[in-house]
């Protein structure tokens, strides 16, 4: 059974730093995508960025260029998400996502994924 698990967020002040960590289990896919979103309540689901195995990272968000990380860690099946200069409008339930079946590319639509992490919730105060 595939399965993604979070952890790392919490509270943070405004310009600190926090590091999600997404690990999955079950997948038979070699190569699959993997992406990281966040949503606030009463707003849709926002694409951070996406990762295909044993590739570069894609950021969909210009908000967080510069500022987030991701990173994949395929021995570990561990998708990072290290995200420095946060700000309160980071705050957030951060999901990461998978796709079993292997497509490519990689897109940032909630859709293509199949797979989903419980959340995590990061708020950053002021």
């Known amino acids: 059974q595939v399965q993604l698990l979070e952890s790392g967020g919490g509270s943070v002040q405004a310009g600190g730093s926090l590091r999600l960590s997404c690990a999955a289990s079950?997948?038979?896919?070699?190569?699959?995508?993997m992406a990281w979103f966040r949503q606030v309540p009463g707003k849709e689901r926002e694409g951070i960025g996406t990762?295909?195995?044993?590739?570069?990272?894609?950021y969909n968000t210009d908000s967080v260029k510069g500022r987030f990380t991701i990173s994949r860690d395929s021995a570990k099946n561990t998708l990072y998400l290290q995200m420095n200069s946060l700000k309160p409008e980071d705050t957030a339930t951060y999901y990461c996502?998978?796709?079993?079946?292997?497509?490519?590319?990689?897109?940032?639509?909630?859709?293509?994924?199949?797979?989903w992490g419980q959340g995590t919730q990061v708020t950053v105060s002021s």
């Open positions: 996502a998978a796709d079993s079946g292997g497509r490519w590319p990689c897109t940032s639509r909630h859709t293509f994924y199949n797979s």
């Open positions: 079950g997948y038979t896919a070699l190569r699959y995508c």
């Open positions: 990762m295909y195995s044993g590739s570069t990272p894609t």
